[in-house]
């Protein structure tokens, strides 16, 4: 069961980087200097719960760059 939304915001729990990475979008903020907070916090969290599983790799600079070029040559 997922937790609500406000537990993100209220620091209860840490969501998946997935939930994160939208919502970083969303505001046009920098994903590389969330996922680095983020990482830690998950890490955190991980510490205090071994039984949750280790986040996602970080996508290469250049995946993301495909990716990017790709989402605008769409338009």
Do not use: C
Request: glycine share 4%.
């Amino acid at each position: 069961m997922r937790p609500p939304p406000e537990a993100f915001f209220e620091g209860a729990t840490v969501p998946e980087w997935e939930a994160i990475q939208r919502l970083v979008l969303i505001l046009d903020g920098e994903l590389t200097y969330f996922r680095r907070l983020w990482e830690t916090a998950y890490k955190n969290t991980a510490a205090e719960h071994p039984e949750a599983a280790p986040p996602p790799p970080l996508p290469s600079p250049t995946s993301e760059l495909v990716e990017l070029t790709t989402a605008v040559g769409r338009r």
